[in-house]
């Protein structure tokens, strides 16, 4: 089993920047890939980003929505993967989720809100 404990998120104006946390925990040498998905109101929970591999050098995608404002990244010592989000938009608003892949199941954290208003 693994477990996901997510951070950050909240409210922001367009424009604004904002990072979430996600620690892993328990059988984390069975994970492939961890990452971000969000999903807004009425809409299909979406790729956010992803990196391969939370104990070695991975590869990196982001779904063509946030490609070039936010930045995954990960800190092996401290098991956690960050979510850099800037130049946030409303469209942005949603709930995001950590998720991690093992080679059998998926794994998903409890999810945080981030609201882009004015």
């Known amino acids: 089993q693994v477990q996901l404990v997510e951070s950050g998120g909240g409210l922001v104006q367009p424009g604004g920047s904002l990072g979430l946390s996600c620690v892993a925990s328990g059988n984390i040498f069975s994970i492939y890939r961890v990452g971000w998905y969000r999903q807004a109101p009425g809409k299909q929970r979406e790729l956010v980003a992803s990196?391969?591999?939370?104990?070695?050098?991975?590869?990196?995608n982001y779904g063509d929505s946030v490609n070039g404002r936010f930045t995954i990244s990960r800190d092996n010592a401290k098991n956690t993967v960050y979510l850099r989000m800037n130049s946030l938009k409303p469209e942005d608003t949603a709930i995001y989720y950590c998720?991690?892949?093992?080679?059998?199941?998926?794994?998903w954290g409890q999810g945080t809100q981030v609201t882009v208003s004015s």
């Open positions: 990196i391969t591999s939370i104990t070695s050098v991975g590869t990196i």
């Open positions: 998720h991690a892949a093992s080679r059998v199941t998926d794994y």
